[in-house]
C-alpha cells in the first residue's frame, strides 16, 4: 500500500504554538493552519484533514464549541479531533472527549510525544478503516455467496422435480436432461446428450407444426402446447410441454430450457368421457346424443345441397323371446353381432347408431335429389341389412337368425330432428304391427310405390321362365328414307298389369341383377334373329341395335357372351350393334375400352344412346371406339324452333363428322324435325314418325311395304 502523507489540520489562536508544531511535524505531515475556531471550522469542509488538532482555549469559538460544530456538521463529523490543553485538570479532558474527541495533547507541548502520539493514533485508525472495509467486503462476499448458493438450490429442486426437463444449447442438442425425462421417456441421460429431442417425434405432427413451434420460440423465446411424443419403447404418449429461451444480456439465446409432463392419462381419460357420452356402452355404436347431432348435421346438409336422406328405425324382431330364454347375457352378444354386421353393410360416412334395447337407427346422408330414388335407394339398403342379419349369427355355441323390422323416413332441408324421430318411430310401429320381418316408409305414397315395386319384383323374376318378355323393333331410316337398320326394344306383358314399359322394370331389374339373364336372352335373341333374316332379301343387310345396361356390360364375361351368341346363332357380327350410355362408359374408363376394343374386333359396332343427356367431355369421347352417337330425344323433341336444343343436336351432329361417327336422332316424331336433322347434316332417324317399335311380324309387313 503507498504511504499518503496524511494531512493534519490545527487550529490555536497561538501563533508560537502553532509555529513549534509546524517544525516539529512537518516532516511526517502535511499542516494546515487556523489561528480562530471559526477559520478552522471552514478549512475542515473546504479541505477535510485526517486530524484536527484543536486549542481549547480560544477567543470567541473557544475548542469545546469548535469541536461540538465539527461532530454536529456530517461533512466534517467523521474527522478525529485531538485537543491541545493546557490544563491538565481532567475536566476539560473528560468534556472535550465527552464532545466526541479522540486523545489530547497537553500544553506546553512535548513536540516529540506529540508526535509520537499522533502517528500512533492515525496508524491505529488507519488499520481500524483497513478492517472495516475488509469486514465490509467479506459481508458482501458472504452475502453474495448465500443468494449463489440459493439460486442452486433451487435450480436443483426444480431440476429434480417430476416434470421431465431438457436442457439445450440453442441449436436444439441437448446438453442435460433430468431423472424424469429419463422415466418418462426411456432415454438415459447418456442416451438423450448430444442428440435433439427430434427423437422423441411420434410422426403425429406434421412439419408445420414444428415449424410453428421454433417461430415462437424464435420471436417470443416461449412456446406451450399439447404434443404426441414417442417413448424410447415405441408407445405414443401425449405431453403438455413448455419451452423457454434463455436469453443472454446482449439478447443471444444462449439454451433452451424444456419442461413436460406426461397427459396421456388425461388426453385417455378425456376420450373415455366423450365415448362414454356419445357412445353405447355395449356395442360402441352412438348412442342418441350423438346421432341426434350427427342428424342435426345432416339436416343442414340436406338444406345445402337439395338432396334426400334417409332415416331408419331398426329393430330385432323377436328380442324380447331371446332375452326371456336364454338370457340378458345371450341378448347383450346377439345386439353387439347385429351392431357388427350393420355397421359392415353401410359406407364408413354413414350412422348406426343404438338408442338402447334392441332400437338401431341408421342414416344415410345426401342419397339422392330426387324422392322416389331415394326411397329406391334406402329400400335397397334396408333389404341388404335385412338379408345380411337373417344369415345365422352364433350365440354362445347356438344357431340364432335374426329378423328385422324397419321403419323409414326421408328428409329433406325443411324436416326436424324431433319430427324425423317420430316419423321414423311409427313407420317402424307400422313395420312391426303388420306382421314383423319387413320395412315401411312413413310416406303412405312411397310405401303404396315400393309395394308396387316390390309385386314388380317378384313378379319380374318369374317373366323370363313364363314367357313374358318380348323384343319389339323399330325401324331406323336414312334419308333416302330406307330401313337401314332396328333397335331391339324390350317389352314385358304382365298377365293382371298388360304391358308394363321398360322405363319402369328395367332399373328393377338393373337394381335386383335380373338385368343380367334377361340381357343374355336379348342378346341371343337379337343374334337369331339377324341370323334368320339373312335369307331374306329385304332384312339381310339390317343392322339389329341391342340396348345393354351398365350392370350387365360390366360383368367379367360380358366379352364372352357376346362372343357366344353371335357364335351359337351364326349370325354375321356386321349386322349386330349395341347401344352403350354415358353412365356405363364413365365408370372404369380403361376397362371399358378395353372391353368396347375386343368386342369390336369380332366386328360388332358400338353406339351412344342418349347423347347429350350425361357428362361426357369431349376429349375422353375422342379416346371411345364409338361408331354412332345418337341424338337423345329430349333436344329432337325441341326442334326446330328452341334455340339451345337446336345448339345441342347441330354440335352433336358436328362432332361426329369431326369424329367419323355417324349420328342418329331418336325420338323424332315430325317432318319438322327430320328436315332440321337432315338440313344440319344428320344422316338417320329413329322415331315414331317412320314407325312404333313393332313386334317381329309387323315388322316383317312394314320392312315389305317399305320395299315397295
Ligand atoms: P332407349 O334405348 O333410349 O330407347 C328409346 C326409347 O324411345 C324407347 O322407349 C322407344 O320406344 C322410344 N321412342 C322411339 N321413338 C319415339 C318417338 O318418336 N317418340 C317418343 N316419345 N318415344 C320414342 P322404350 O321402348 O319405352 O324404352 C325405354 C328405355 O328402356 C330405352 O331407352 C332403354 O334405355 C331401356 N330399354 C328398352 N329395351 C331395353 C333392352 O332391351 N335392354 C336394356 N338394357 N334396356 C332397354
Ligand atoms: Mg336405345
Ligand atoms: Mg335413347
Redesign the pocket.
Known amino acids: 500500500m503507498t504511504q499518503q502523507r496524511l494531512k493534519l489540520l490545527a487550529i490555536d489562536d497561538t501563533p508560537t504554538n502553532l509555529m513549534m508544531l509546524g517544525r516539529a511535524l512537518a516532516p511526517d505531515f502535511d499542516l494546515q493552519i487556523a489561528t480562530s475556531g471559526a477559520k478552522g471550522l471552514e478549512l475542515a469542509i473546504e479541505a477535510p484533514p485526517d486530524l484536527i488538532l484543536l486549542d481549547v482555549m480560544m477567543p470567541e469559538i473557544d475548542g469545546f464549541e469548535t469541536c461540538r460544530r465539527l461532530k454536529a456538521d456530517p461533512r466534517s463529523q467523521a474527522i478525529p479531533v485531538f485537543f491541545l490543553t493546557a490544563l491538565s485538570d481532567g475536566e476539560s479532558e473528560a468534556r472535550g472527549l465527552a464532545l466526541g474527541a479522540a486523545d489530547y495533547i497537553t500544553k506546553p507541548i512535548n513536540v516529540a510525544i506529540a508526535r509520537q502520539r499522533i502517528s500512533n493514533f492515525l496508524e491505529r485508525e488507519g488499520l481500524r478503516k483497513e478492517v472495516e472495509a475488509q469486514r465490509d467486503r467479506l459481508a458482501t462476499l458472504v452475502a453474495e455467496l448465500e443468494r449463489a448458493e440459493g439460486e442452486l438450490s433451487i435450480a436443483a429442486v426444480a431440476f429434480a422435480s417430476q416434470n421431465g426437463m431438457v436442457i439445450t444449447d440453442p441449436k436444439g442438442v441437448i446438453l442435460r436432461v433430468n431423472q424424469s425425462f429419463t422415466r418418462l421417456t426411456g432415454y438415459s441421460a447418456a442416451e438423450a446428450i448430444g442428440r435433439t429431442p427430434a427423437v422423441l417425434k411420434s410422426g403425429r405432427h406434421d412439419d408445420p407444426f414444428y415449424q410453428r413451434m421454433w417461430n415462437s420460440l424464435v420471436e417470443k423465446g416461449y412456446w406451450q402446447g399439447e404434443i404426441w411424443n414417442k417413448r424410447k419403447s415405441g408407445q405414443i404418449y401425449a405431453e403438455l410441454l413448455t419451452i423457454t429461451a434463455i436469453v443472454a444480456s446482449g439478447g443471444i439465446t444462449t439454451h433452451y430450457v424444456a419442461s413436460f409432463s406426461d397427459i396421456t392419462e388425461d388426453k385417455q381419460a378425456e376420450a373415455e368421457i366423450h365415448r362414454l357420452a356419445y357412445y353405447d356402452a355395449l356395442t360402441r355404436l352412438p348412442n342418441r346424443r350423438l346421432l341426434q347431432d350427427r342428424l342435426g348435421q345432416a339436416l343442414a346438409a340436406a338444406a345445402r345441397h337439395g338432396l334426400y336422406g334417409a332415416l331408419f328405425f331398426i329393430g330385432l324382431d323377436n328380442f324380447k323371446t331371446l332375452n326371456d330364454t336364454r338370457g340378458h347375457d345371450v341378448g347383450d352378444l346377439l345386439l353387439v353381432e347385429v351392431a357388427q354386421c350393420l355397421r359392415a353393410q353401410v359406407r364408413e360416412g354413414d350412422t348406426v347408431a343404438r338408442l338402447g334395447g334392441d332400437e338401431f337407427v341408421l342414416l344415410l346422408d345426401g342419397v339422392s335429389g330426387n324422392a322416389d330414388e331415394a326411397a329406391a335407394v334406402a329400400k335397397e339398403v334396408g333389404d341388404k341389412l335385412r338379408e345380411a342379419t337373417s344369415r345365422p349369427f352364433s350365440l354362445d355355441g347356438q344357431e340364432y337368425r335374426c329378423k328385422l323390422s324397419i321403419g323409414v323416413s326421408l328428409f329433406a332441408a325443411l324436416d326436424t330432428v324431433e319430427e324425423l324421430f317420430k316419423r321414423a318411430d311409427l313407420a317402424l310401429y307400422q313395420a312391426k304391427n303388420a306382421g314383423r320381418d319387413r320395412l315401411r316408409f312413413f310416406d303412405p305414397a312411397m310405401q303404396a310405390a315400393m309395394d308396387l315395386r316390390g309385386a314388380l319384383e317378384s313378379d319380374l323374376h318369374q317373366a323370363l321362365a313364363l314367357d313374358q318378355l318380348r323384343l319389339h323393333y323399330?325401324p331406323q331410316i336414312d334419308t333416302a328414307g330406307r330401313v337401314i337398320g332396328v333397335?331391339?326394344?324390350?317389352r314385358w306383358w304382365h298377365p293382371q298389369r298388360g304391358l308394363v314399359?321398360?322405363?319402369e322394370f328395367?332399373p328393377l331389374a338393373e337394381s335386383t341383377g335380373l338385368?343380367l339373364p334377361i340381357?343374355r336372352w336379348?342378346l341371343e335373341t337379337s343374334c337369331v334373329l339377324i341370323k334368320n333374316w339373312e335369307s331374306d332379301a329385304c332384312t339381310r343387310s339390317l343392322q339389329v341395335a341391342?340396348?345393354?345396361?351398365a350392370r350387365?356390360f360390366r360383368q367379367a364375361d360380358f366379352v364372352e357372351q357376346v362372343k357366344r351368341s353371335l357364335k351359337a346363332s351364326g349370325a354375321n357380327p356386321a349386322r349386330l350393334k349395341l347401344?352403350l350410355t354415358e353412365s356405363v362408359l364413365l365408370k372404369n374408363v380403361e376397362d371399358t375400352i378395353a372391353k368396347m376394343l375386343a368386342i369390336k374386333r369380332l366386328g360388332v359396332a358400338f353406339s351412344l344412346?342418349?347423347f347429350g343427356t350425361g357428362y361426357s367431355s369431349l376429349s375422353y369421347l375422342a379416346q371411345l371406339p364409338l361408331d354412332q352417337l345418337k341424338i337423345d330425344?329430349s333436344f329432337v323433341r325441341k326442334l326446330p324452333g328452341a334455340r339451345k336444343e337446336e345448339t345441342i343436336a347441330r354440335t352433336i351432329i358436328t362432332m361426329g363428322r369431326e369424329l367419323d361417327m355417324n349420328v342418329i336422332a331418336?325420338?323424332?316424331?315430325s317432318e319438322a324435325q327430320r328436315q332440321f336433322l337432315e338440313a344440319h347434316g344428320c344422316h338417320a332417324f329413329?322415331?315414331?314418325?317412320f314407325s312404333r317399335?313393332l313386334p317381329v311380324e309387323h315388322l316383317t309387313v312394314f320392312l315389305q311395304e317399305a320395299d315397295r
Open positions: 323399330q333397335e331391339a326394344l324390350l314399359s321398360p322405363n328395367v338385368i340381357g336379348i341391342v340396348n345393354v345396361s350387365q347401344e344412346d342418349d330425344q331418336e325420338g323424332v316424331e329413329q322415331g315414331y314418325l317399335p
